[in-house]
């Protein structure tokens, strides 16, 4: 029976997408080409549109080709007013399913900043998968939570 257990538990850790999220500047694959149609559905704005986030394919030909950008305030004293910061699957392959952006819930955290969650999908079909990330406009941070 543990052997079993252990079997099993093997085939759902190779099955199973890792969920290693990770947030970088956003790559020169980020562009409005990129964004994924239609625009309404598929990009929100939170704090009075201060902040934006938006789902990027990079190739429509490919089942896992999406990311997940943010357009927010940088830190006060900056040289630019906004900076792009993407969320990714991984380091290895970058890139996941789907993000479903419409369904985006955030509230406000006064020791972090915004917090988002989005669910997210991978080509495998093994469902969604929620990434928390919190925008801190006083810093011009974004953190994975």
Known sequence: ???LFATLALGLLFTTPATAFVAAPCGPEFTPLTITEPWEENSRTFANGAIRIFEMFIDPNVASGAALGILHPNAPGSDSYR???AIYA????R???QAFVAQ??????ASAGLVITVPIAFADGS??????????QAT????LR
């Open 95 to 97: 890139y996941f399913g």
């Open 127 to 136: 469902g969604t998968r929620p990434v928390t990330f919190a925008v801190n």
């Open 90 to 93: 991984g380091t290895e392959f």
């Open 83 to 85: 900076t792009c910061t």
């Open 140 to 143: 011009g941070t974004v953190s």
């Open 1 to 3: 029976m543990r052997s």
């Open 104 to 109: 985006a819930t955030a509230v406000y955290d």
